[in-house]
């Protein structure tokens, strides 16, 4: 399969990348390197390094080529940024989503893959765990533009034929995260550790998510190649279906770095929702996905990435 992939640079792109390669697949990507690194670019893959906003850099990848499919992970990120500045949030995950479509609709591409965000799209739940039919009221502009693309996805699929596969991720963890440029308390609190420096837990620490180790979400963007040829358009949380606090994710990581940091709060953050926890059961069910990978042992492999402390 010819795959366009946005986002190659990126913690979990380069991570799905590197598995498409690895399965046989020709991969080419779409970066603007602002939050992604070089170095996760795979060198068997085609490098573009534009911004998805260039509608007609986007328009002329999609003519030199024939994809077969569209996997679109390129976002902003950061939930604190999206409140900060709407506007550049919207036109990067909105106004850049849309040239991307319209790109794979005037090349005749009938397939894609979006990343969505289980972790923001259904806002403070009134059901745990929320599964796909929970309503969605996103209370950061971030999930407000993720839920956009998923109703440009629907419109593009009534009425240009365009085939979708949303997968919503819960908070992915793993090796690569890139705590400054990325979403992630794990890759923050991991970084700062492994320096000696005391990490920040902001708000009581008592706030919920609910962590999936980035292997698993690679499994799930393996198994949605065959799903979306197969069967068509899908939405399905990619989550590990538990709640864990940031203070549980500071005491098992505290552990793993010798035990020697001291819980430290400040004031909460604004455009965070208190509670988040996913169900996969829809996943399991129709495309043969779970979780494989326990937190514990997720932490230690993330953990065991981060440079000695000195």
Same mark, same amino acid.
């Given at each position: ?15 799905? /990348? ?28 085609? /490098? ?25 992970? &390129?976002?902003?990120?950061? /939930? ?67 839920? &956009? ?20 991720? &819960? ?26 420096? @005391? ?19 690679? &499994? ?39 035990? @020697? ?15 988040? /926890? ?33």
């Amino acid at each position: 399969m010819n795959i366009l992939f946005t986002g190659g640079a990126g913690f979990i792109g380069s991570h799905i /990348v590197g598995a498409y390669l690895d399965a046989g697949h020709r991969v080419t990507i779409i970066d603007n390197l602002s939050t992604g690194l070089p170095e996760n670019l795979d060198p068997r893959a085609t /490098v573009h390094q534009i911004d998805i906003r260039d509608r007609a850099a986007v328009g002329k990848i999609f003519r030199e080529d024939r994809f077969d499919l569209l996997n679109h992970h &390129a976002a902003q990120l950061n /939930v604190r940024v999206s409140v900060s500045d709407p506007q550049f949030d919207a036109e990067q995950n909105v106004i850049g989503s849309l040239n991307l479509l319209e790109g794979a609709l005037a090349a005749g591409v009938k397939r894609v893959i979006f990343a969505s965000s289980g972790g923001t799209v259904y806002g403070e739940q009134i059901a745990f765990p929320a599964d796909e039919s929970h309503p969605t009221d996103p209370i950061a502009p971030y999930g407000i533009t993720k839920l &956009a693309v998923e109703k440009y996805l629907n419109y593009y699929r009534r009425e240009r034929g365009i085939e979708h596969l949303i997968l919503r991720y &819960a908070n992915v963890y793993g090796p690569r995260q890139n705590p400054h440029g990325e979403a992630g308390v794990i890759a923050i609190f991991c970084d700062k550790m492994s320096v000696g420096e @005391e990490p920040v837990i902001y708000g009581t620490g008592e706030q919920t998510r609910d962590y999936v180790y980035v292997d698993d979400v690679v &499994a799930a963007n393996l198994m949605g190649l065959r799903y979306l040829e197969e069967r068509g358009s899908a939405t399905f949380n990619i989550a590990s279906g538990e709640e864990t606090t940031v203070n549980e994710i500071f005491r098992m990581l505290n552990g793993l770095f010798g035990g @020697e940091f001291e819980e430290r709060h400040a004031p909460a953050r604004t455009g965070e929702q208190m509670r988040s /926890v996913c169900s996969y059961e829809r996943a399991q069910r129709e495309m043969g996905w779970r979780p494989t990978v326990e937190l514990s042992d997720g932490l230690a492999r993330t953990a065991s990435t981060y440079r000695p402390r000195g």
